[in-house]
């Protein structure tokens, strides 16, 4: 029998050369799926190669003897954007169907290959991923509601609408306090530094202002001094030219002046020559202008007395001004153009504005959003205490249920100290340190018999009493959790009886909501399943692996009731577990020991 396929969760499931599997394949329904076979037959095996692929440690001792490496792949359906943006982030894609592709490989030698999506990638980005994919509770795993963060955002899921709208209006008061009391760090740390900008601004204005140079000055003056610093050189040589253009008879210009009388004889004999003829009317044209050009320059060479030193003093003074703008190291490209730089300074200005007003204005908006954030942090924090009474005393039922009678749950909400973050809020009198999440410490723990005050889960449970705690909340938060599977292995451990058959039930309670796979030995808990997965001991492969129903599942549970396949009492049993099951699951959720929540 192959399941049908679900829209959410683990769809396939590929496994080659690890621990005593050689070959494997899988796949997986939605609702609860059950692994079972005797001891030492793999089951476990098909745990670890989930946990390779949902980047759990690689370990060389995995791979089969035999096999160059072990290696795994996982297929998973998903509707989470966040898993899409993840799966993007790192270079893969989603399958056409809108799956994505797991897979591990761990060489003998030791080196270890990730890819997701089609693209090579560190472990530990699965493990970012696979935290969105499955929720993985094994004896020897740390559960990700044992982490204190988890424990919030788990409890908030639990309290629903109640909490959501004040804690999204609360982080936003938060951040743009945040945000505002970051401004007016930076404008008071940055304050003498801004100061200092604009007073060598103001001074370089008020030098532009004070100099007035006009555009394109200094390289005219340029010019003019060197002109006039070799005035003698250039009057010779001006005189020289013009003389050569006019000067008597042999000039340039007579001597054009009779080469183009000759040709304008000749051209009355021949036609051609009157454009030759023409031309040289022009040069003589010409030459005549160029010799009154060079009068004209020569008029006006002569500078008036001092006129050199004056240009060289205002050469010498538009010349600081210039290096003064440039050693601002504000806009080096307008140096040479003090008019454009004026302006930009003029605007820079502008914006270093009045550093006090505007300390005073940040500061009454931090006041302001104090208040607010204070308001939402107290209305918060009393909402999650609310729910974390209904939240305990739900779990505490479930742990009655499951053969925990004598533990309960509580789930602590503290209030942080003041000094303990970035930012104190007043609550209700007493300042409290505040974060995005509010001003909350959350914690679940256990109390037992055997202790009076409340421990973390991680230290006050077995590896068996402790997934059955996370059985207990997953159920009590089912519906609410974004992970779509999650896996249990040996969580009926030290439980049998009617206790097996409500830690089964309450297996059967939570596929309603998501995909749930469990890997044990109890045919109580098997006889809820919705598919029931046997592995034959020995080499597994993919003939040792085989979905069970109808007469073959109940074989299965008479050998997990008595060991005996064959066994006509233990196949009675059996046939009347899957009908108490079958029962239980038209019922309800039992009414003994867990109320409705």
Same mark, same amino acid.
């Given at each position: 029998m192959t399941p049908p396929r679900t829209g959410r969760g683990l769809v396939e499931l590929s496994i080659r050369g690890v621990g005593v599997i050689d070959t494997a394949e899988w796949e997986w329904g939605p609702g609860l799926t059950v692994i079972t076979g005797e001891t030492g037959a793999g089951k476990t095996m098909v745990l670890t190669g989930l946990s390779l692929i949902l980047g759990g440690p690689s370990d060389p001792g995995l791979v089969r003897a035999g096999h160059d490496a072990a290696v795994v792949e996982g297929r998973f359906s998903v509707d989470d954007p966040l898993v899409a943006e993840l799966v993007g982030e790192a270079g893969g894609s989603l399958d056409e169907?809108?799956?994505?592709? +797991?897979?591990?490989?761990?060489?003998?030698?030791?080196?270890?290959?990730?890819?997701?999506?089609?693209? &090579?990638? =560190?472990?530990?980005? +699965?493990?970012? +991923?696979? *935290?969105?994919?499955?929720?993985?509770h094994g004896q020897d795993d740390q559960h990700r509601l044992l982490r204190p963060s988890q424990q919030r955002a788990a409890l908030d899921r639990f309290a629903g609408a109640q909490v959501d709208d004040v804690r999204a209006a609360y982080r936003g008061t938060y951040d743009e306090l945040l945000d505002t009391l970051r401004q007016r760090a930076d404008v008071i740390a940055h304050a003498a530094d801004r100061a200092r900008e604009a007073a060598g601004l103001r001074e370089a204005v008020e030098a532009i202002d004070r100099v007035a140079p006009a555009m394109g000055e200094e390289e005219a003056l340029r010019v003019e001094a060197g002109r006039l610093a070799h005035a003698?050189?250039?009057?010779? %040589?001006?005189? &020289?030219?013009?003389?050569?253009?006019?000067?008597? @008879?042999d000039s340039a210009t007579a001597a054009l002046a009779s080469a183009a009388s000759s040709v304008a004889r000749a051209a009355e004999r021949d036609p051609y020559l009157r454009q030759v003829g023409e031309r040289m009317e022009r040069l003589t044209a010409e030459s005549v202008d160029l010799a009154a050009d060079l *009068?004209?320059?020569l008029d006006g060479l @002569?500078?008036? =007395?001092?006129?050199l030193d004056d240009l060289e003093e205002r050469r010498g003074v538009l010349g600081d001004l210039r290096r003064r703008l440039e050693r601002t190291g504000a806009w080096p490209e307008l140096a040479t153009d003090p008019a454009a730089w004026r302006e930009a300074a003029a605007e820079r200005l502008g914006s270093l504005g009045d550093d006090a007003a505007l300390v005073a204005g940040l500061d009454a908006r931090v006041a302001d959003l104090l208040t607010q954030a204070a308001r939402l942090a107290g209305d918060l924090s009393r909402a999650r205490r609310r729910h974390a009474d209904r939240l305990a005393g739900a779990v505490t039922e479930e742990l009655g249920a499951l053969a925990m009678g004598s533990t309960r749950l509580v789930?602590? $909400?503290?209030r942080r100290p003041?000094?303990?973050?970035?930012?104190?809020?007043?609550?209700?009198?007493?300042?409290?340190?505040? @974060?995005? #999440?509010? !001003?909350?410490?959350?914690?679940?723990? +256990?109390? &037992?018999?055997?202790a009076s005050e409340g421990r973390p889960l991680a230290k006050s449970a077995s590896g068996g009493e402790r997934s059955r705690v996370m059985l207990a909340l997953e159920v009590v938060f089912a519906g609410t959790d974004p992970v779509p599977a999650f896996v249990f292995d040996e969580v009926d451990a030290g439980v049998g009886g009617k206790a097996a058959i409500e830690v089964g039930h309450r297996l059967a309670i939570?596929?309603?909501?998501?995909? $749930?796979?469990?890997?044990? #030995?109890?045919?109580?808990?098997?006889?809820?399943? @919705?598919?029931?997965?046997?592995?034959? =001991?020995?080499? !597994?492969?993919?003939? %040792?692996?085989?979905?069970?129903?109808?007469?073959?599942?109940?074989?299965e549970l008479a050998r997990m009731l008595s060991g005996q396949e064959e066994s006509a009492a233990a196949a009675a049993h059996a046939a009347e577990l899957l009908g108490l099951a079958a029962e239980r699951m038209a019922a309800g959720r039992s009414t003994a020991g867990s109320g409705k929540h």
């Open positions: 169907d809108g799956s994505v592709v +797991l897979a591990r490989s761990v060489a003998a030698a030791g080196r270890s290959r990730a890819h997701l999506g089609g693209r &090579t990638v =560190p472990a530990g980005t +699965l493990e970012r +991923l696979g *935290s969105r994919l499955v929720a993985v003698d050189e250039i009057l010779r %040589s001006v005189v &020289t030219a013009r003389e050569a253009l006019v000067a008597d @008879d *009068s004209r320059y @002569d500078a008036e =007395p001092g006129r789930v602590d $909400v503290r003041a000094g303990s973050t970035e930012v104190d809020l007043d609550i209700d009198g007493t300042p409290c340190g505040a @974060d995005r #999440h509010g !001003v909350d410490d959350i914690e679940f723990l +256990l109390v &037992t018999r055997d939570l596929a309603r909501s998501a995909q $749930v796979i469990v890997v044990t #030995h109890l045919a109580q808990v098997a006889a809820f399943a @919705d598919h029931h997965v046997v592995v034959r =001991p020995g080499t !597994v492969t993919a003939s %040792s692996i085989s979905y069970v129903e109808g007469e073959e599942r109940v074989t």
